[in-house]
């Protein structure tokens, strides 16, 4: 990044703490938190304990349900591939999937898995699920075909077609979908949380609504946000690991930076 | 003594593009033999359906009609009506792209063939590191596709079907998108790899000159349908250099009476 990038950055985040003070000043202290005293908060609920326990929680929750919907999002286009006629007949199914509002179906798996976690894991699974797949299915649709062609004239099975020729290209359609998921997946979590739970940060925020207590709204919001910024950042990370043979502009176009 | 590759009255036509209208035959009645360690060339116009020969012969498309064989053995025709690409690894094709996997460096690009069938042991990988060196590629093993030039891509292909020896390799115009220079270059290196290596060699082209330099034999085939409408015998002598030739009588009077059947 270039130097002035970043002063520029440091502009426009001095320019939003800015109005945040005024809104504070404007509206009252009671109504929004001016940004110290937020900050301050956080300060106290990370060190008693308690927030951090909360957003592990939550990021647990947001794991073990983007494995579990994650993974066959993935993998079931490669199968889908080389069963076109299921795929047909499955297609609408899958997009009235995609445009189903998972959200409103927390409180369905709150009553079937209860206010515990399961109920969590399932509703991130839901969404990260249709995500995967049809991130993973633009790819399959848009492979090269003259590369499987190749990959058999030099003597590639089915299987080996698939592991060395569709499954890496398929990465980064892939990762394209990881990196749209992951906010979707920890923000599912905690909105069933703020529906029903007894932990994690959707709870928190709710316990502070509850409390009229804007400091800790203000406070665990402020800790959301870092968990999901902190969480897109490992998994640009991890893409940038993994994809790394391809050419900067390629990267930076996936991006939607160039 | 049966021919390497046979490929005997072969017709393809591809599937209407409407319902009740017949989809004219691209080939038609196609025959041709290539003997073990020939390098032949076929010559025929853009929109000849040299590619779909070759594809048909790769086994990547299947033939409407008509036979193909190696070593007198069919591998496609009434009695095998399943395609099978890489069949024993018998019929090695450079395609006209390079259809390098942008995710893998140049060498493994190159050895891929080889992890397909197993293991790769030293004296593999030393062979491939040879042919590289050969065609100047030595140095370059660990860059990605998209650092390289067209041109070494394009001997990177060649390369990944040398590596694993197939018996007979298909060419379509595989020197097609380079510029002159490294036209005559990669021209160079391929009859310095064949001379090497002894293949049996099936060249598609439609530059002329292309064709008598690099060819034993020289098919002409004509348009809609393709078919053979002759066959050369090149008598120049080996090694051939793509600028001196041009002056040759014989090379004249070859290419002369080509340009007058593909014309």
């Known amino acids: 990044m270039k130097l002035s990038t970043a002063a520029d950055r440091l502009l426009v985040a001095g320019l939003l703490l800015a109005l945040w003070q005024i809104a504070s000043q404007w509206f009252g202290a009671y109504w929004v938190t001016p940004p110290l005293d937020s900050l301050r908060r956080l300060v106290v609920m990370v060190g008693s304990g308690g927030l951090l326990m909360h957003a592990g929680y939550s990021l647990a929750a947001a794991g073990l349900g983007f494995l579990i919907g994650g993974l066959p999002g993935a993998l079931l286009p490669l199968w889908l591939r080389r069963h076109p006629l299921l795929l047909r007949i499955l297609d609408p199914f899958l997009i009235a999937g995609y445009g189903l509002p998972k959200l409103a179906l927390a409180p369905l798996f709150i009553l079937w898995f209860g206010i515990g976690m399961a109920s969590k894991v399932a509703l991130a699974a839901s969404v990260v699920f249709f995500i995967l797949f049809f991130s993973t299915m633009a790819g399959v649709r848009s492979l090269d075909e003259r590369l499987l062609r190749m990959a058999r004239v030099l003597g590639a099975s089915h299987g080996q077609v698939s592991r060395l ?51 800790d709204i203000f406070a665990t919001v402020i800790a959301i946000t870092v968990v999901i910024a902190a969480s897109s950042w490992l998994v640009a990370k991890l893409e940038g690991q993994v994809l790394r043979w391809r050419p900067a502009d390629a990267v930076l176009a996936a991006q939607g930076l160039s | 003594m049966a021919a390497l590759l046979e490929v005997a009255g072969i017709g393809k036509r591809f599937a209407p593009s409407s319902p009740g209208v017949e989809a004219p035959w691209v080939i038609r009645d196609l025959s041709f033999a290539i003997g073990a360690g020939e390098f032949v060339t076929m010559l025929g116009p853009s929109g000849a359906g040299k590619s779909t020969i070759l594809n048909l012969i790769a086994q990547v498309d299947p033939p409407t009609e008509g036979r193909v064989l190696l070593s007198g053995q069919e591998v496609y025709g009434p009695a095998r009506t399943t395609l099978r690409p890489g069949l024993d690894r018998s019929v090695g094709y450079v395609t006209q792209d390079d259809n390098l996997l942008p995710w893998r460096t140049l060498e493994q690009n190159v050895l891929l063939p080889l992890e397909l069938r197993g293991r790769i042991v030293d004296a593999e990988r030393r062979a491939a590191a040879d042919l590289l060196a050969a065609v100047g590629l030595a140095g370059y093993e660990h860059y990605y596709p998209h650092q390289l030039s067209g041109g070494m891509r394009k001997r990177a292909s060649l390369i990944r079907t040398l590596v694993y020896d197939p018996p007979i390799i298909l060419m379509d115009e595989p020197f097609g998108a380079v510029d002159a220079e490294t036209r005559a270059q990669l021209q160079a290196d391929l009859q310095t790899l064949w001379a090497l290596k002894k293949k049996t060699i099936l060249f598609v082209t439609h530059d002329i000159a292309e064709a008598i330099t690099l060819g034993d034999r020289v098919l002409v085939l004509k348009r809609s349908p393709a078919a053979v409408v002759a066959d050369h015998r090149v008598a120049l002598a080996r090694p051939r250099v793509a600028d001196l030739i041009l002056t040759d009588p014989d090379f004249v009077r070859l290419h002369q009476a080509i340009r007058a059947e593909v014309c």
């Open chain 1, 165 to 215: 020729v569709v499954w890496p290209a398929l990465l980064p359609n892939l990762f394209s979908g990881i990196r749209i998921a992951t906010p979707y997946a920890i923000g599912g979590v905690i909105i069933s949380e703020l529906v029903s739970a007894n932990r994690g940060l959707g709870y928190l925020v709710q316990y502070g609504a509850m409390s009229f207590s804007t400091p």
